[in-house]
């Protein structure tokens, strides 16, 4: 975890700026609709059965959906921005509440290796933790 005063020094440009937030503008966001309890679900993936049960399920418990894909380079394998982003707008689309679902990117700029786990860093201030997958 890091902590302390964040500063943009450089924000990075995005092919996706309709769906780039910065934390200021989510919390606004979040308040206009009224939600108090909010979950997040973060993924690197096309939406899948498994992702739907699990939002689904989160919705019986909060105001809102914040549906985070990683945006920016991944694994090689995995599905394109384009492919991800568009799984996730047709679920918002054609199944989903569209009142309580929020889509908006994480944008992944860079990542390195310490006590063999990669850590991933957010571009833009977007967080204070880094993401750690094993």
Not at 9 to 22: D, F, G, I, L
Not at 108 to 119: E, H, L, N
Request: with cysteine.
């Amino acid at each position: 975890m890091f902590g302390g005063k964040i500063s943009l020094v450089n924000e990075s440009k995005t092919p996706y700026y309709k769906y780039a937030m910065k934390p200021e503008e989510t919390r606004n966001l979040f308040k206009e609709k009224g939600w108090e309890k909010i979950v997040g679900f973060q993924t690197r993936n096309v939406a899948h059965l498994g992702h739907e049960y699990l939002q689904k399920s989160a919705l019986t418990m909060v105001d809102g959906l914040f549906i985070n894909p990683v945006i920016g380079k991944k694994k090689k394998g995995d599905f394109t921005d384009e492919v991800i982003l568009d799984s996730y707008e047709v679920l918002i689309e054609n199944y989903y509440p569209k009142d309580r679902v929020v889509l908006g990117i994480f944008r992944q700029r860079c990542a390195t290796q310490a006590q063999g786990k990669r850590y991933f860093m957010p571009s833009s201030g977007r967080t204070t933790d880094a993401l750690i997958s094993s």
